[in-house]
């Protein structure tokens, strides 16, 4: 099948972009392998998740989220918001569309793209002049492999699979990693009565998400190290020291790792109060696993009925996209810095893997379409 752009993706980068062509009337197709859009957001997410980001930072383009709704949207709010967007672009994703493979092809100077139609099981060949990926920095689970894990006798999960804590009620539940779904993930936890204990083993920041948008605000104006100052002066002022409750801060600052690493503040909903509290255990790093019991690197050990992995997630672009050394790195990351990341060469693009959240969607895909515009026109100049 002939086609001018082929998107990889219907979570928010592939339906921000296919509206930005369709704004420049450029034909394309967007291929998703699940049976929906914004799969993220509508199966992998868990209930009482809110936007951390205030929504002036939330909106794709040409579709302010409404002045009416709350600062922080909850879950739900954004999906409906998704789901007026693609009714208003007139987004038509193909469903069931798995890109198991693209390459270049030299030759034609175009892109081949193998999509197995998850139905039918076919393989469809797609040729397209531009390629976007919109796969996702979160497109797979990531769970490490800790010594004695398939021995382990209770329920494991990943966060992507959690909804929330009704079922855990008097189970112990280990909880690893501390990022922004392992700690919420725990608090959840904890107040639906799960006796809940997280493995932290590195420092991070915590911070409020008024100081996240006061921080984003000040960032239009001021350099990136004083808005660090700023925010770690508020979260010490908040939060005080928590080094005796295993919690450290990094030496650099929150706003530097979020943009130099992907690794995003934690944003509290109330776990540090109940980490105070000792409702909510803090643990070492796992040494192993046997049956229900985990032994941690300070050689203590407990049993439990349940963990929970919150380790992440990993952009696993480069599985599919043979030819992906035209715009990422081995780890399936753009290879060039932010603002240019999104541009590759031989008419490849990526949208949404700048570590900047829907914020970074909404100007990779603005750039990408207008850069594809560009093209188009002084080819058909010539
Ligand atoms: C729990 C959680 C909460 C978050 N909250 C926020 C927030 O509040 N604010 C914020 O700015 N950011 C947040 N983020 C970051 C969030 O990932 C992005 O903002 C947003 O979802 C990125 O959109 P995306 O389209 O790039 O990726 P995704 O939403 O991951 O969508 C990628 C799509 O590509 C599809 N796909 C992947 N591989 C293939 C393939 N080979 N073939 C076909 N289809 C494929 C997937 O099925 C998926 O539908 C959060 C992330 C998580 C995990
Ligand atoms: N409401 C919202 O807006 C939310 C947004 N998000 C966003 O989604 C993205 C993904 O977040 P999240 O799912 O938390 O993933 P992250 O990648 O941010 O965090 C992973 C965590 O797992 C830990 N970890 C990894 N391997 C191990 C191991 N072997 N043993 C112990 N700990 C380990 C890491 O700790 P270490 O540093 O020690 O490696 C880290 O604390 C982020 O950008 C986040 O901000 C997530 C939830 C809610
Ligand atoms: O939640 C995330 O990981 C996001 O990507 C949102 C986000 C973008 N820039 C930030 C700066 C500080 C905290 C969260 C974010």
């Known amino acids: 099948m002939q086609k001018v752009v082929v998107i990889v993706g219907a979570g928010p980068s592939g339906l921000a972009t296919a509206a930005c062509l369709s704004a420049h009337s450029i034909p394309h197709v967007i291929l998703e392998k699940e049976d929906i859009y914004a799969s993220l957001w509508k199966k992998r997410a868990y209930d009482r998740l809110k936007l951390h980001l205030a929504k002036e930072f939330c909106s794709l383009p040409f579709k302010p989220l409404s002045p009416d709704s709350p600062t922080y949207i909850p879950k739900d709010m954004f999906v409906n918001y998704l789901d007026e967007y693609v009714s208003t672009f007139n987004i038509q994703p193909q469903y069931h569309r798995s890109v198991e493979s693209a390459w270049y092809d030299e030759v034609d100077g175009k892109w081949r793209i193998d999509a197995k139609n998850m139905q039918s099981g076919d393989v469809e060949v797609y040729v397209a002049e531009f390629l976007v990926i919109a796969s996702g920095e979160n497109s797979a689970k990531y769970i490490p492999e800790l010594p004695g894990l398939g021995t382990f006798k209770g329920e494991i999960i990943h966060s992507n699979e959690y909804k929330s ?218």
């Open 165 to 382: 804590g009704a079922k855990y009620e008097n189970m112990d539940v280990l909880v690893v990693g501390c990022g922004n779904s392992g700690m919420e993930i725990s608090y959840d936890l904890s107040n639906f009565g799960a006796h809940t204990s997280i493995v932290i083993r590195n420092p991070f920041h915590v911070v409020s998400k008024e100081m996240v948008r006061l921080g984003m605000i000040f960032y239009k104006y001021i350099p990136l190290f004083v808005v660090d100052f700023l925010i770690v002066l508020m979260s010490k002022m908040v939060y005080g020291d928590l080094s005796k409750y295993g919690i450290r801060r990094p030496k650099k600052g929150p706003f530097f790792l979020k943009e130099t690493t992907g690794r995003a503040p934690v944003i509290d909903v109330g776990t540090v109060h109940k980490i105070k509290s000792k409702e909510i255990k803090v643990v070492p790093a796992i040494s192993s696993i046997y049956g229900k019991k985990v032994l941690f690197e300070d050689g203590g050990e407990r049993e439990f009925d349940a963990i929970v992995f919150a380790t992440g997630y990993r952009s696993i672009a480069n599985n599919w996209l043979k030819d992906f050394k035209y715009v990422l790195n081995e780890n399936g990351m753009p290879k060039t810095d932010f603002p240019h990341h999104w541009k590759g060469e031989k008419n490849l693009y990526c949208c949404g893997l700048s570590r900047r959240g829907l914020f970074g969607v909404s100007m990779d895909a603005k750039a990408i379409a207008d850069d594809i515009k560009r093209v188009i026109s002084e080819k058909m100049e010539k």
